[in-house]
């Protein structure tokens, strides 16, 4: 019931944000049940049906080698929740880590740190470029890479907010009941982290597809053949004249997938503890 | 300031050293031998011993760092594979479209994103900023390379408008009518940027607003419009200024992807067939100048941010 009452408080009275959310939970039952809703196999090849324009049976029409655009959408939402998903959790644990020990012990938080601003003197993008040059294309290092990216950014947020926190008076109160490092900043500190921590997660998801469609554009992402749809776009971009609906759909796919989760993220920094309002990325 | 200029510069050698250092050791993190990944496939055995004595890769790493970073700092980064040229050679040949590029687009993200994001924040609430907000953060949700292809096919398949890829140098025929060729690219390039400016300038613009100089401002009968330009506006730069290191890198990163879409010779296209083509010490150097360019941009700003804002010590 606490989540109910949560999500009540975040997106009462935003229609925009609501229908983001709603969008969202859309995309992350596609991936779920994709083999239900795929029409075709997305991986069948059908030579003679290839370039066919959207309409009956294919509903989004077919690619150059005559996959169903469709059912490649659906599989390619899996993909979305997947690089989603894998790279707030590599960003959240690393990065989080980081940051909230670094802030609680100082001298180790001067080493860290300094890691963090080298790490953070490669622009976004160029960062994962040379982390990919060093590593095979594959789903899980596009992962890797795209949350170690992110890490970086919440390592720093977070040292901010812990460091801010470790003032507190509740902080002082258990330490002088006698609780151990591990408890004060596990027990006591994160609670307190939980809703800018997710905040953080859904602005990371919202640049991570970003990110990732980036990279399977320059042939630097997932691997050709994994239906996403960062791939079905560069994939299919040189036969943008004679099928312009092929680059259409999943375009809009990440747009509204992109844009669902900044409203998402922007209802939920609205909602947050005021403590912490400057410290969230994310414009 | 001098002093504090001259300080910050100085605590700018350890972060600038360890990547250095960082980019030093991605030659050796790719497996093989590092004077093979350096030469290519073509190389013969007797080149590649020859440059592993020269380069000493049979020394210890921290040697060869010393080595490697005396070369550097003597403007020396090593032989292009592909090229066959030096490497400050082809980047500089990239960097006329890249200075172009990013100038055209920052012209772009003042001229949109500040008068846009002062009119979403003067009518807060109303359907003006819903309508500027709302698109504003559409534009940050679209994929760079998705907007160009379109903006491609669109103007300059379809209409004819643009020439759609290619950028002649201005010193050749045509002159500075071949800026027609940045003009799809930079529009491209930004779109998301101009869209992140104005949400800064309407978030800022909001802050201000509620602070106790603008109520004295308006308490004493000044008209909206000079409360705006004058209390709110040029307060609200401050923050706007401070993101520009923000830009920087953004536009660096996206330029790698715009370039590539509309096939300019510039340093992002550059650094995506390097790493196609496997052409590491193009890669490496590179990315020394553009870590060394952003580091430097970020403590511009810092210094910047200072001089505007009174409020802000130096220390």
Redesign the interface.
């Known amino acids: 019931m606490k989540l109910a009452a949560y999500i009540r408080s975040t997106f009462g009275g935003r229609k925009?944000a609501t229908i983001g959310l709603i969008w969202l939970c859309l995309v992350a039952l596609a991936a779920i049940f994709a083999p239900l809703l795929a029409p075709f196999d997305p991986y069948e090849i059908d030579p003679v049906a290839r370039l066919s324009e959207p309409g009956l049976p294919y509903l989004f029409g077919t690619d150059h080698f005559g996959r169903d655009t469709f059912s490649r959408a659906i599989y390619g939402a899996r993909m979305t929740v997947v690089i989603g998903a894998g790279s707030v959790i590599v960003a959240l644990l690393t990065g989080g880590l980081i940051g909230m020990l670094s802030a609680y012990f100082p001298r180790l938080g001067a080493v860290l740190m300094?890691?963090i601003?080298?790490l953070m003197?490669?622009?976004?993008?160029?960062l994962a470029?040379?982390l990919?040059?060093?590593l095979e294309r594959s789903v899980v290092n596009t992962v890797l890479v795209i949350g170690i990216v992110y890490a970086t950014t919440t390592a720093r947020i977070l040292f901010g907010m812990t460091l801010k926190l470790k003032g507190e008076v509740f902080v002082d109160a258990a330490i002088c009941s006698g609780a151990g490092h591990g408890s004060i900043l596990f027990r006591h500190i994160l609670p307190n982290l939980i809703s800018p921590l997710l905040v953080q997660a859904s602005f990371i998801f919202?640049f991570a597809q970003?990110q990732a469609?980036?990279l399977d554009?320059?042939?630097?992402g997932l691997p050709a053949e994994v239906a996403s749809w960062?791939n079905m776009?560069s994939e299919e971009?040189i036969y943008?004249?004679r099928a312009?609906w092929l680059?259409i759909y999943p375009?809009v796919l990440?747009?509204l997938s992109?844009?669902s989760m900044?409203?998402v993220g922007?209802a939920m920094r609205d909602a947050i503890d005021p403590r912490f309002k400057d410290d969230i990325a994310g414009? | 300031m001098l002093v504090y200029t001259a300080k910050r510069l100085l605590t700018l050698i350890?972060?600038?050293l360890?990547?250095s250092i960082?980019v030093f050791l991605?030659i050796h993190?790719?497996p093989g031998d590092p004077a093979a990944i350096l030469l290519g496939d073509s190389a013969t055995p007797e080149e590649i011993a020859a440059l592993s004595a020269e380069m000493g890769f049979d020394q210890p790493l921290p040697v060869q760092y010393a080595l490697w970073l005396g070369n550097v700092l003597q403007g020396d980064f090593g032989t292009s594979v592909f090229f066959g040229e030096p490497v400050l050679t082809v980047i500089g040949r990239g960097a006329e479209t890249s200075i172009l590029l990013a100038t055209m687009t920052m012209v772009w993200i003042v001229v949109f994103g500040i008068p846009i994001g002062v009119l979403s924040a003067s009518y807060q609430g109303r359907w003006v900023d819903q309508v500027t907000s709302?698109g504003a953060?559409?534009f940050?949700?679209?994929?760079?390379?998705?907007l160009g292809?379109?903006l491609?096919?669109i103007f300059s398949?379809w209409l004819g408008w643009f020439p759609s890829s290619g950028f002649p140098s201005l010193a050749d025929e045509g002159g500075v009518t071949n800026l027609r060729y940045l003009l799809l690219p930079s529009l491209t390039l930004a779109a998301p940027n101009a869209a992140?400016i104005v949400?800064?300038v309407r978030?800022s613009m909001l802050d201000v607003a509620r602070e106790d100089h603008v109520r004295t401002a308006r308490a004493k009968g000044l008209h909206p419009a000079t409360v705006a330009v004058r209390h709110i506006f040029r307060n609200a730069l401050i923050a706007v200024a401070a993101?520009f290191g923000f830009t920087?890198?953004?536009l660096?990163?996206?330029a790698?992807?715009t370039e590539?879409v509309f096939s300019l010779p510039g340093i992002g296209r550059l650094?995506?067939q390097s790493?196609?083509r496997r052409d590491y010490p193009v890669?490496q150097g590179v990315?020394l100048v553009?870590?060394v360019l952003?580091?430097l941009i970020n403590l511009a700003v810092d210094l910047a941010y200072a001089r505007l804002d009174p409020r802000v010590s130096l220390k």
């Open positions: 925009l300094r890691g601003d080298v003197a490669f622009p976004a993008l160029l470029l040379v990919i040059t060093l919202a970003l469609a980036a554009f320059l042939g630097l960062g776009l971009r943008v004249t312009p680059l375009g990440i747009i992109v844009f900044n409203l922007d414009v | 350890p972060t600038l360890a990547a960082l991605f993190l790719i709302g953060m559409l940050a949700s679209v994929p760079t390379f998705w292809l379109y491609i096919l398949v992140l949400r800064l978030a993101a920087f890198a953004a660096v990163s996206e790698v992807v590539t650094v995506v790493i196609l890669i990315i553009i870590v952003y580091t």
